[in-house]
T-cell receptor
């Protein structure tokens, strides 16, 4: 069975601060995919990134960066110079390969960026 | 439309009633997914369609829940004899193929009173 843990329930930061959202996953499969989604107050889940288990390169996209470490089963997400528009609930998720389409989501981290 | 469309956006029903929730995926997307999100939780997988067939319905909680996608496009999630515990946001997502990123709709908030 798969499990995703997001230990931080809520985080508040002041605008322009950097913030890291933690994600720890569990799976026995060797091939899997990790995701981050953003859910703004409107409710729609917005896809941010997908990484497969064979690609441990860190990725940067603008103010967003992701740190994937298989040794600690973590896939952390950092927002640099946070903005009010970053306020949302962020979900980390996991899907195993082999034809299974079930994505397992964490419980989410609510980020509030205070102006 | 440009994105995944779900109707209605809100539905209030009485305990014991039957409800249908509709999902219009992005045109041309063969894969369609239903998830349920309870307050303060992450989405939970319900069912996955590839074309017209339900390829994985292992997430449906019980036999009161059923979903169809007769023509491989629009899907309907059907809940019989609704219970208060069914209250949640029901999310639909679609993707071009099975192994690409899914795009989510804004969900239907179901409240059973």
């Amino acid at each position: 069975a798969q499990k995703v843990t997001q230990a931080q329930t809520e985080i508040s930061v002041v605008e322009k601060e950097d913030v890291t959202l933690d994600c720890v996953y569990e799976t026995r499969d060797t091939t899997y995919y990790l995701f981050w989604y953003k859910q703004p107050p409107s409710g729609e889940l917005v896809f941010l990134i997908r990484r497969n288990s064979f690609d441990e390169q860190n990725e940067i996209s603008g103010r967003y960066s992701w740190n994937f470490q298989k040794s600690t089963s973590s896939f952390n997400f950092t927002i640099t110079a946070s903005q009010v528009v970053d306020s949302a609930v962020y979900f980390c998720a996991l899907r195993v390969s082999g034809g299974y389409q079930k994505v397992t989501f964490g419980t989410g981290t609510k980020l509030q960026v205070i102006p | 439309g440009a994105g995944v469309s779900q109707t209605p956006s809100n539905k209030v029903t009485e305990k014991g009633k039957y409800v249908e929730l509709r999902c219009d995926p992005i045109s041309g997307h063969t894969a369609l997914y239903w998830y349920r999100q309870s307050l303060g939780q992450g989405p939970e997988f319900l069912i996955y369609f590839q074309g017209t067939g339900a390829a994985d319905d292992s997430g449906l909680p019980n036999d009161r829940f059923f979903a169809v996608r007769p023509e491989g496009s629009v899907s309907t999630l059907k809940i019989q004899r609704t219970e208060r515990g069914d209250s949640a946001v029901y999310l639909c997502a679609s993707s071009p193929t099975a192994n690409t990123e899914a795009f989510f709709g804004q969900g239907t908030r179901l409240t059973v009173v």
